[in-house]
């Protein structure tokens, strides 16, 4: 199951829009789940600062990777950190009224068999996201 779109109302046509988030890899290789945790991130990140700042006001969106690395594989599953950059505004690209905004965080992604968590923290260190409280993002019954 992947987590719905969210709704986010926008008037202006050029205003950014929500971001989709991607299908589980069905082959859960190093590529692939670092492909997959870019994407879902991304969608993350961005589909956060939408709902928390005025959608019809933003002028632009990005997010950006520093790095992705499988950090440890098990039985249960692997973890994968992430190092992001993102930034957006207010008000259209290239005028000097409005909010500019940069940051960065570390978040750090649980793939299990039927499970993705993601923690975030504002520590200088990656959390533990099998041991710290997260946003569980999938979840599967043990039978699909």
């Not at 570390?106 to 039927?114: A, I, M, N, T």
């Amino acid at each position: 199951m992947t987590p719905q779109t969210p709704t986010v109302a926008t008037t202006a046509d050029d205003a950014p829009t929500p971001k989709s988030y991607p299908d589980r890899p069905a082959q859960p290789s190093g590529d692939a789940l670092r492909e997959f945790v870019k994407a879902t991130e991304r969608a993350y990140t961005h589909n956060r600062i939408l709902r928390r700042e005025s959608a019809t006001e933003l002028g632009y969106v990005d997010v950006k990777f520093v790095s992705i690395a499988d950090v440890e594989r098990s039985d249960d599953g692997t973890v994968v950190d992430v190092t992001v950059e993102f930034g957006y505004s207010t008000g259209d690209p290239g005028e000097t009224a409005g909010t500019h905004a940069d940051g960065a965080q570390r978040v750090s992604y649980f793939l299990g068999e039927h499970v993705v968590c993601r923690v975030e923290k504002p520590r200088a260190e990656y959390p533990d996201p099998r041991t710290t409280d997260g946003t569980v993002l999938w979840c599967t019954p043990a039978s699909e």
